[in-house]
């Protein structure tokens, strides 16, 4: 005999309720037009035409759905960072996953220079990380992607020899469940990630901090962005809350 629809319901929200005691699952897939996202973005920001917007139609397609574009503007030192609230997260409570699909146009160069970060951090203006877990460009420093650990402004950067890319790009970071240990990954387009780094040292194990996208500009007058599809953080807990 067929469960009268009520109690499929009230089983299904019980189910998710024991399931968000041991599991935290967010996820973003930025269909709403605005840089808040469905979840709830902030950002902090300095110069003209700097911000987040709806994709248009040459990067929204079939395959990626609700795409964020996010500029730093057109002035030399423009910047934007798009993040979750500060001061939400604290390693070493459970293993903690965080992926995401990027879509970068242009390179940065001699006449454009700007610098990306993705991940984990403190700081939301243009200083440096304080404390953080993230993906970086640099083309000053290397043109591969970096992973790097920052713990009270004390930093460990590991070279992951992927190159960057235009395009699509997939990034993951896991920490362990004591946050001993940092895996970076990534994969061009939709294949999986591969490691590309792991880093177990300089983890910010005491200092909270959150999600976040950021570019910096420090050369140039033409505008750089990049594109977010999506965006995924799941954390589950060593003790169940």
Not at 21 to 46: L, N, Q, R, V, Y
Not at 122 to 141: C, E, K, L, V
Not at 153 to 159: G, I, R
Not at 216 to 231: C, L, N, P, Q, V
Request: proline share 3%; aromatic share 10%.
């Amino acid at each position: 005999m067929a469960l009268p629809n009520r109690i499929i319901a009230e089983t299904s929200i019980l189910n998710c309720a024991e399931m968000s005691k041991s599991i935290a699952p967010i996820s973003d897939d930025f269909t709403g037009g605005t840089s808040a996202g469905e979840s709830g973005w902030t950002s902090a920001s300095s110069g003209t035409g700097v911000g987040g917007t709806s994709g248009s139609a040459t990067i929204v397609d079939g395959n990626h759905p609700g795409v964020l574009v996010v500029s730093c503007g057109t002035d030399t030192n423009g910047r934007y960072c798009l993040h979750r609230a500060t001061n939400q997260i604290l390693v070493g409570g459970g293993p903690i996953v965080m992926e995401t699909l990027v879509n970068i146009p242009n390179l940065s160069d001699v006449t454009d220079e700007y610098d990306l970060e993705i991940g984990f951090g403190d700081q939301t203006g243009s200083s440096a990380q304080t404390n953080g877990i993230f993906f970086s460009y640099d083309r000053n420093t290397s043109a591969n992607w970096y992973a790097t650990s920052v713990y009270s402004s004390s930093s460990t950067a590991a070279d992951t020899s992927i190159v960057v890319g235009t395009g699509w790009t997939k990034f993951r970071i896991e920490i362990n469940a004591a946050a001993s240990s940092v895996e970076f990954f990534t994969a061009a387009g939709g294949s999986t990630p591969a490691t590309r780094a792991t880093v177990t040292t300089k983890i910010p194990t005491t200092n909270r901090i959150t999600p976040y996208y950021r570019i910096i500009k420090s050369a140039g007058t033409t505008a750089r962005t990049f594109g977010i599809d999506y965006w995924t953080l799941r954390q589950f807990f060593t003790t169940a809350r």
